[in-house]
């Protein structure tokens, strides 16, 4: 059951990124030879017309048991990102999807900042991150 649980959270998964050009910023890594885990690491960050940031990170991993990913939302405000909204989940698995909307202020300038952590028996194994480009609304 746990494996048909994952291919069916898998396919839903690759589906919803194979539709990606109705506007959305895809940033997949290159292949990550230099990774022990880590197979893939997808982020997309957009900001709508309406000023709602959309934030989706994927985290796909091998020969670990455990799966974690951070997604911040950040503002330049007075010379500095502060984080003015976060995003958080993980999975006792190899793959993980974190995400949500978010409405910003008008004037700003904004990007997201995620996280990607693997795991094997509770002992950490590698992390990655990724930064978008900036956005202004």
Known sequence: MK????????GLILAFFSTASYGLEVEAMDNQLNFVSIITFENTFQISDSGQASVTCFLFAR?????????DLQQYKDGEWKTIKSWSGSEDDTSCLVGGKWYIASGNTYRMVSYGYTYKDDEFVESTIYISES???
């Not at 494996?3 to 898998?10: F, Q, S």
């Not at 020969?63 to 997604?71: F, P, R």
């Open 63 to 71: 020969n670990v048991n455990k799966v974690k990913i951070i997604a």
């Open 135 to 137: 956005k202004e609304y």
């Open 3 to 10: 494996k048909y649980k994952r291919l069916v959270c898998l």
